[in-house]
């Protein structure tokens, strides 16, 4: 009986360390690559002038007027130029430090965003003020804030 125990263990040793050798004249089939919803894309000019970006579900349009010290985000629909109401009631813009062309560093700023044409709960422009928004610089930054009770954040770059 030992012997037969014995040939047992040894032949599910080989087979578990050689395993099957046979090969398929099949090839695997021949994967092609998906567009992932959160692969880069490019945006044109926003309504206003302004830089397109997606924030959450939704893109948005950034523009600064330097002689007011003022910033603004228009969300925007699909189409990058329809303007889509969204209940928040505010947003927070966070700008990186950055440089006027003549060198001059502006640093870094937090804003708040306050929505302005406000109905039924929902609104489609914010804006903000800061002294450091009056340079005439190339912004970058990030936008976060609550969309239809998601958390939401979207990322620009003048």
Not at 92 to 118: F, N, R, S, W
């Amino acid at each position: 009986m030992k012997i037969v125990y014995c040939a047992a263990l040894v032949f599910c040793c080989t087979v578990g360390f050689v395993g099957c050798s046979q090969k398929s004249d099949t090839k695997p089939a021949a994967s092609t690559p998906k567009a992932s919803a959160d692969a880069p894309h490019t945006h044109g000019a926003g309504p206003n002038g302004g830089v397109i970006f997606d924030l959450g579900k939704y893109h948005a349009e950034f523009t600064v007027e330097h002689p007011k010290q003022q910033c603004m985000i228009l969300v925007i629909g699909a189409d990058e130029k329809t303007p889509t109401a969204v209940a928040v009631s505010e947003f927070t813009l966070t700008t990186k430090e950055t440089k006027t062309a003549d060198g001059k560093v502006v640093p870094p700023m937090t804003i708040p965003m306050k929505a302005q044409d406000v109905v039924d709960g929902k609104a489609t422009k914010f804006v903000g003020t800061d002294p450091g928004l009056g340079n005439v610089a190339d912004f970058e930054g990030v936008v976060i804030g609550e969309i239809e009770g998601k958390p939401s954040q979207g990322q620009f770059k003048e």
